[in-house]
């Protein structure tokens, strides 16, 4: 894929934000959108045209699953992670408020957990919000703690958008068997297709994707809601708590045509779901390779920041996935690092940057960082198009940027 | 952040950065590095009109912009004048988000003490 190989165009670093379609999948979509092709509503099965079209959201469920580790009828399409999360955590919150009213999360989690827990707090449940440690990791000791007998559902993410950590979520999923009434949602928007994801192997009740960040469309994601049996529940924690059912279930959020069991009403977009399908089959190819590749060049990357001294890398280099390096700088003012690299490299800093003021990033004030460092960093997301003329334009650009900077504030 | 084409380019060539070094020298700052924005200025000044100005600032780019016109702007100034502009002035040259007016207030602090730095002269 050599889309983003153009010479007037900066090189693109933010493959965590979004990555380009690929050419193959964006073909596949492009054959559910016209006449000549199965445009038909995947719902409207009385007719070729929707057996046509369910067929394909039928082998684009299959595909989503085999990526992950899943079975196909786990898969519910969403709009992307921010639906299939809130869909997760409000849904397991309403179907679960009689047996219990406090969930688990961590501070570095997305916005798109952050702020549904918020809101569920507005509306009176309980939030602990776990702080990870000075290299982002979560033990999963810290969430045996805060578990409560109430405790209904904990959310932690895979892999963190900001620092690429990656979570031990299978021992977590196993302390949430034990407690019993303590369902587990991941957010795999910056795992899954990525890198090894196994839904049902990590023990795991719920799990959000999203297409855009391997290679699919914007628009269309999924959320995994198990449908094995836990086996242990009620008394676990104490309590004289029972559930009705052996595996999770959700309140649906959205009413109107029962499709996606009842979860997601709505017309299933099959050129999306062709599309995201692709994608996650396409990457599963060659990605132990991919992995190798990045790893190296994120390496390289690395050591040709140190150079410039005053650099800290953010999160666990030995828990992180190789696509992704947080750096901040010493003795330069965030918001003019950023405006200093446009034009001639696309990266962001990690922060939601919403409004004028650019705001340190919480992820890194949660790991410790003071306010001006957490500031002054730079996300550096690798990719498929990425090459090792891309990383070494990126050193050349950042250490005049910095240097500059510097020489400007007398740092 | 979108910044304005003049914005831009005075934060990308930035004249008049950096220190100057010498007897009677005048410097003056305001704001803090731990806060986010740090201006500084250095004047040279002879019989009261100002001969060259450099600055130095730890600042997001239209502070370190309005920082380089103002020291642009500071040669054959009496030392004792005002800014070139007012802060509202500034702001629209810039087109500086009202958000950031604040910083425009450490420039024009970080300018007055340079200036009466030489009052102690």
Same mark, same amino acid.
Not at chain 1, 31 to 47: D, I, M, R, V, Y
């Given at each position: 894929m050599n889309s983003l190989k153009v010479a007037s165009r900066p090189v693109y670093l933010d493959h965590a934000a979004t990555t380009p379609v690929d050419p193959r999948v964006a073909a596949a979509m492009a054959?559910?959108?016209?006449? =000549? !092709? =199965?445009? !038909?509503?995947? !719902? /409207?099965? /009385?007719?070729d045209y929707g057996d046509a079209a369910a067929t394909l959201v039928e082998k684009a469920r299959a595909q989503v699953a085999a990526s992950v580790g899943a079975h196909s009828d786990e898969v519910i399409w969403t709009s992307g992670a921010t639906e299939a999360n809130n869909l997760a955590i409000f849904g397991a919150a309403e179907h679960y408020a009689k047996s219990g009213r406090h969930i688990v999360t961590s501070r570095t989690e997305h916005k798109a957990v952050l702020d549904p827990c918020r809101e569920l707090q507005r509306r009176g449940w309980r939030v602990t919000y776990l702080a990870p440690d000075g290299d982002g990791l979560i033990d999963p000791a810290q969430v045996a703690a805060a578990l409560q007998p109430d405790t209904v559902l904990v959310s932690i993410m895979h892999v963190n958008n900001e620092i690429g950590v990656v979570q031990d979520v299978a021992a977590i999923a196993a302390i949430c068997a034990r407690h019993g009434g303590a369902w587990l949602h991941v957010d795999a928007a910056q795992s899954a297709g990525k890198c090894a994801v196994d839904f049902a192997g990590f023990g795991v009740n719920l799990m959000s994707l999203s297409a855009h960040k391997a290679y699919g469309p914007k628009g269309v994601g999924a959320l995994l809601v198990s449908r094995r049996d836990r086996g242990q529940h009620g008394d676990a924690a104490g309590g004289a708590r029972s559930f009705a059912h052996t595996h999770i279930h959700l309140q649906a959020l959205h009413f109107g045509g029962g499709q996606e069991r009842g979860l997601r009403a709505g017309t299933v977009p099959t050129h999306q779901v062709v599309g995201m399908g692709l994608a996650f089959e396409l990457a599963d190819a060659g990605r132990k390779a991919e992995v190798a590749r990045l790893g190296g060049l994120r390496e390289r990357l690395w050591q040709g920041l140190q150079l410039l001294g005053g650099t800290f890398r953010n999160g666990a280099a030995a828990h992180s996935v190789p696509q992704l390096l947080n750096v901040s700088f010493e003795g330069v003012e965030g918001e003019s690092l950023l405006a200093a690299v446009r034009g001639r490299l696309a990266v962001s800093t990690g922060s939601a940057c919403t409004s004028a003021l650019q705001e340190p990033s919480y992820v890194l004030r949660a790991l410790g960082r003071g306010e001006v460092l957490s500031e002054s960093s730079l996300r550096f997301g690798l990719g498929r198009t990425t090459c090792e003329q891309d990383i070494d334009t990126a050193l050349a650009v950042v250490t005049e940027a910095v240097s500059r900077l510097r020489r400007i504030s007398g740092a | 952040m979108r910044y304005s084409a003049l914005t831009l380019r005075y934060f990308e060539t930035v004249p008049g950065a950096g220190a100057l070094d010498g007897v009677g020298i005048l410097r003056g700052a305001a704001g803090s590095r731990a806060q986010g924005t740090w201006v500084q200025f250095d004047l040279q000044v002879s019989s009261g009109t100002i001969q060259a100005a450099r600055f130095l600032a730890f600042a997001c780019p239209h502070t370190i912009a309005v920082a380089a016109w103002i020291t642009e702007q500071a040669a054959g100034r009496h030392l004792q004048m005002p800014l070139p502009e007012t802060v509202e002035e500034l702001s629209q040259r810039f087109a500086v988000p009202i958000e950031k007016r604040g910083r425009l207030l450490i420039i024009e602090d970080a300018w007055r003490a340079a200036a009466q730095s030489g009052e102690h002269h």
């Open positions: 054959q559910c959108l016209t006449a =000549e !092709g =199965e445009f !038909g509503n995947p !719902g /409207s099965t /009385s007719h | -």
